[in-house]
């Protein structure tokens, strides 16, 4: 067996388990188990943007149901959260696989194979703003950093974030540079601050264009956050140096109310969700407000150890000119 495979391999399995332990920690949750697959028409299948068609499957010995293999666990979670009567503060997260084989383009940092900790916690009475949602991320970026650490120890691969997380909404980097692209903006104040919360993202900005896509019934991008200011969502960013872009770790947020469901799937034209079994359950308040989000697995295990192509740190499908091009592609 060769010695660089084994290498890469406990490197990987290091970065996981470390920041698993890590995240348990800083965030106070449990680990569960989830699903690899969602009935269709009961309205827990995450439909991202909307146009992305998810792998069907039919069941033999449920001949009546049709299934999808998962997009994410964005509203699985807090339908979970309910079911079990986790309480205020209590939360759970998932190591959750899924396929999106309707992406637009496998590169370095896009792959149809997704593996998150997909996490969701109850929020506390009268937490429901903008100072929790910054508290959280301080204690996830916490999380990111001590492994980083404990990954420079190990491996001897010099640590780069800075100790704190910057953060800024995605209106201050419109006024800021009204002439870049959404992705351009990232790539600024990234390279500027090294870690950034890009707090606002889905709604319209002062642009007229939303700075990234966002499904309407789980983050909440249209309650006010702070002055005249949308949005208790965000991104986690971190500068690449290796691909010389910001690097996307961790989408999340405060999760919609019954207001903020109502309102975004109006802007989105898709009230027909309103139907599905999930969406009429938080309308009837059968659902506890929450806050929650993805953390690539392999996102981070590539930034960490300094990779430059998410292939080399997981198990995809890649073209004959991928493998080709980089010679430790699983």
Not at 17 to 42: A, D, S
Not at 50 to 70: F, S, W
Not at 311 to 319: D, L, R
Request: proline share 3%.
């Amino acid at each position: 067996m060769q010695k660089s495979f084994i290498l890469q391999q406990n490197e990987i399995s290091f970065v996981k388990n470390t920041f698993t332990q890590n995240l348990i920690e800083q965030l106070g949750i449990i680990e569960v188990q989830g699903p690899i697959l969602c009935e269709v028409g009961n309205g827990m299948q995450d439909n991202l943007s909307g146009t992305e068609k998810a792998v069907q499957v039919k069941v033999k010995c449920i001949p009546n149901a049709l299934y999808e293999v998962v997009h994410s666990l964005a509203k699985w979670k807090r339908h979970t959260l309910a079911r079990f009567g986790f309480q205020e503060g209590e939360g759970l997260f998932v190591h959750m696989k899924a396929l999106r084989p309707d992406e637009d383009s496998l590169d370095p940092t896009h792959s149809i194979f997704v593996d998150q900790w997909d996490w969701e916690k109850v929020i506390p009475a009268g937490r429901r703003n903008l100072a929790y949602l910054k508290e959280t991320v301080n204690s996830i970026y916490k999380a990111i950093r001590l492994t980083e650490l404990a990954v420079e120890a190990r491996f001897d691969i010099p640590s780069v974030l800075p100790k704190e997380i910057t953060f800024v909404h995605s209106e201050d980097l419109v006024k800021r540079y009204p002439d870049l692209t959404s992705k351009e903006r990232e790539n600024a104040i990234c390279k500027e601050h090294g870690a950034v919360f890009l707090i606002g993202i889905g709604g319209k900005l002062s642009d007229g264009k939303p700075h990234d896509g966002r499904a309407p019934d789980y983050d909440d991008w249209t309650t006010v956050s702070e002055g005249d200011y949308k949005g208790l969502n965000g991104d986690i960013l971190v500068w690449n140096e290796q691909l010389g872009t910001a690097f996307e770790l961790s989408s999340m947020g405060i999760r919609v109310d019954e207001t903020a469901l109502r309102l975004q799937v109006e802007i989105a034209g898709t009230q027909d969700r309103l139907e599905m079994d999930w969406h009429k359950d938080l309308l009837a308040g059968r659902l506890p407000l929450s806050i929650g989000g993805g953390i690539g697995q392999s996102r981070m295990a590539m930034f960490l150890l300094r990779k430059k192509h998410i292939g080399e740190v997981q198990s995809s499908v890649w073209t004959k000119e991928t493998r080709e091009q980089f010679e430790h592609i699983l």
